[in-house]
């Protein structure tokens, strides 16, 4: 596939995405926002667990004042 062939396909994927969504979304509203909790849910107790794990093992140095001297 050459680089025109890419481009025309990446339109075309995201004109009917650009369709397909919100209809999909409308008709399925509610399914939608309940699978959307749950990820999000599932998200922050990833994240926590890798803050603690990771995150907040990584030395800080210390903060400087960025004032300039007057």
């Known amino acids: 596939m050459d680089v025109k062939t890419c481009e025309y396909a990446n339109n075309a994927e995201a004109f009917v995405l650009l369709h397909t ?28 667990v890798f803050d603690a794990k990771v995150l907040s093992k990584i030395p800080r140095g210390l903060l400087k004042d960025k004032k300039k001297a007057s």
């Not at 969504?21 to 926002?33: G, L, T």
């Open 21 to 48: 969504v919100p209809v999909f979304y409308e008709k399925y509203e509610d399914q939608v926002d309940s699978f959307g909790e749950k990820a999000m849910t599932e998200i922050k107790k990833q994240y926590a």
